[in-house]
């Protein structure tokens, strides 16, 4: 029996029993939704963590100051330790090789106010070069530059989410803001952040959009912090023009640091780059397990074929026993109800693969979730599909070979 006589013969079994076959199908269709739904779900889930990562930099390492309690920053001070500070990041820069920038930050939580309006915020004193080390963008206006630097200029860039609070449908940029009393002058909005930050190592989770930038020479100048013991800085980041000597220079970067401050460890060294290598491996595990769970169904769908098609296999006993009698061969019986499983697995993957999109695009927009249909999840899905058809249908097809033609004739 020709391929294409098997098909026809296929597809007019699932014509002449539809509600039977879609009953059938429906474990393949909701086993290929699955699988694409979860592995677009898992995907999106890495792409966020892989932003965050970037966000802070590849080829960066980034000092933080270590979060301390009253009394055990009194005894660090008692130390000599002084924490952060700008002298730290200058002897970095001029011993570690293939420094390409550094940048040092300090931060206050303050509130911020524009005539009646006002926002809680986290002001962060600034190097020119943060912007570009940071991949940062300014939506609106221009980033601080070294002339508001070097003349201490009370100018600042504002996150985009504080900029919408204060500022509301009006343009930001010439306007001006309180903070403490201090009043600076909007030069440039950022980019709006869609993520938020996680904890990443010892750095703080913060909503990056409601951050406000000022130059650190005038951060220093012109703000007094509560805390009296706290470090000059709060983060000294070192780009490197590779991300080769990352790890080599993290421990000469340690080493420095540790003379500097008397071996008193006050600050963490986080290498974004190595954690960003943990996190894609941790999330590959994470789809694969997504994965695995969803294509339980897609067995459940292949016990549900291998079921319909021994009831089929006992229904058409005579019409097997027939075709036998005038010269069908045990292959051509085979090959006829693989087929026609085959047939019921493509037709609900195809089906499948559908509703698992249209569900992937109704939870990335309906939720907070962030998904990412990838090609391979759908390959993937479709093709097990595909595989569970062949798979089930070969015992009720090996079944239906194996009965003998004259048992099968007189078989009512």
Same mark, same amino acid.
């Given at each position: ?25 429906? $474990?393949?269709?909701?086993?290929? !939704? ?10 999106? @889930? ?9 966000? #802070? &930099? ?61 926002? %809680? ?17 300014? $939506?609106?206006?221009?980033?601080? /530059? ?6 201490? *200029? ?6 985009? $989410? ?15 803001? %309180? ?13 709006? %952040?869609? *993520? ?7 750095? @703080? ?5 409601? /951050? ?29 023009? =590779? ?5 080599? !220079? @993290? ?50 769908? &292949? ?26 061969? %045990? ?18 993957? *195809?089906? &499948?693969? #559908? ?37 089930? =249908?070969? *015992?009720? @097809?090996?079944?239906? !070979? ?11």
């Amino acid at each position: 029996m020709h391929v294409g006589e098997n098909i026809r013969l296929a597809l007019q079994g699932l014509a002449d029993h539809k509600f039977r076959s879609f009953l059938t199908m429906l $474990g393949i269709i909701f086993g290929v !939704a699955s699988v694409i739904t979860m592995l677009s779900i898992g995907e999106g @889930a890495k792409r966020e963590a892989i932003a965050k990562y970037q966000d #802070l &930099g590849v080829n960066n390492i980034i000092i933080r100051e270590k979060e301390l309690s009253d009394d055990e920053l009194e005894e660090v001070r008692a130390k000599f330790s002084q924490g952060l500070s700008l002298q730290d990041a200058a002897v970095i820069k001029e011993i570690v090789p293939g420094v390409q920038s550094i940048a040092a930050q300090a931060e206050m939580n303050t509130e911020v106010r524009r005539a009646d309006l006002s926002a %809680k915020s986290t002001v962060i004193g600034i190097t020119p070069e943060f912007f570009n080390m940071m991949n940062y963008r300014i $939506g609106n206006g221009r980033a601080i /530059d070294q002339e508001h630097y070097d003349r201490r *200029l009370k100018v600042c860039v504002l996150g985009a $989410g504080v900029a919408a609070t204060l500022f509301r449908h009006e343009n930001a940029v010439g306007q001006m803001l %309180k903070m403490d009393d201090q009043w600076l002058e909007v030069i440039g909005v950022l980019e709006s %952040k869609t *993520l938020f930050t996680e904890t990443v190592g010892e750095l @703080a989770a913060r909503d990056l959009n409601t /951050d406000i930038y000022v130059p650190l020479s005038t951060f220093l100048n012109r703000f007094t912090r509560e805390q009296l013991l706290c470090s000059e800085i709060q983060q000294i980041t070192v780009q490197l023009d =590779g991300a080769g000597r990352l790890v080599e !220079a @993290a421990g000469l970067i340690s080493s420095i640091l540790r003379r500097h401050h008397y071996n008193n460890e006050d600050y963490n060294i986080v290498i974004p780059y190595e954690l960003l290598k943990q996190e894609e491996k941790e999330r590959r595990i994470y789809n694969f397990l997504l994965g695995a769970i969803a294509a339980i169904s897609l067995i459940v769908g &292949g016990i549900g074929i291998m079921n319909i098609m021994l009831a089929t296999v006992m229904e058409r006993t005579r019409e097997i026993g027939i075709r036998r009698a005038i010269g069908a061969r %045990k292959a051509d019986i085979m090959s006829q109800f693989v087929t026609e499983a085959v047939a019921i697995s493509i037709t609900g993957g *195809l089906i &499948g693969v #559908l509703l698992g999109v249209m569900l992937s695009l109704t939870v990335s927009l309906f939720t907070d979730i962030s998904t990412c249909i990838r090609l391979y999840s759908i390959v993937i899905a479709f093709a097990f599909s595909v595989l569970v058809g062949v798979s089930f =249908g070969y *015992l009720p @097809a090996k079944n239906a !070979a194996d009965l003998k033609p004259v048992d099968s004739i007189r078989y009512e």
